[in-house]
């Protein structure tokens, strides 16, 4: 792994940490968010190991998936937990009408644990 990959991974490990004191504290919203995040810079770190670097989120999980779910270089469930996790965040960041619930933050965090073993991946590479 490259410097910039050693960083993300650890933007990842500290966002899945604050996810889970967020979690804690009953604010599922914000845990579900940060876990979102944990994901999305995974993702992220894989693509700069490609020279790969985009602006919007769609452009990230949407190469990630491209280049590393529908290849078999990751199992492609990685990539629907992406997929998911971006659209719970978005509930969870913008909806005026229902917050997100406990169960909804458990599933995230449970899902972003399992992505981080990606790092492994990454580290062989």
Do not use: W
């Not at 190469?63 to 990685?78: C, H, N, Q, V």
């Not at 406990?102 to 073993?117: C, P, Q």
């Amino acid at each position: 792994m490259n410097k910039e990959q050693e960083f993300l991974v650890q933007k990842s490990q500290d966002s899945l940490r604050a996810a889970k004191i967020l979690a804690g504290e009953n604010l599922p919203d914000f845990a579900a968010s940060r876990a979102y995040y944990a994901m999305f810079y995974i993702a992220e770190a894989f693509l700069v190991g490609e020279n790969l670097s985009f602006s919007k989120h769609s452009a990230v999980i949407s190469k990630f998936g491209e280049l590393f779910a529908r290849t078999g270089k990751i199992d492609p469930k990685f990539h629907r937990y992406l997929i998911d996790a971006e659209q719970i965040r978005l509930k969870g960041d913008y909806d005026r009408s229902e917050r997100l619930t406990a169960e909804d933050a458990k599933l995230m965090i449970e899902r972003t644990e399992e992505f981080l073993e990606l790092v492994n991946y990454l580290s062989s590479c």
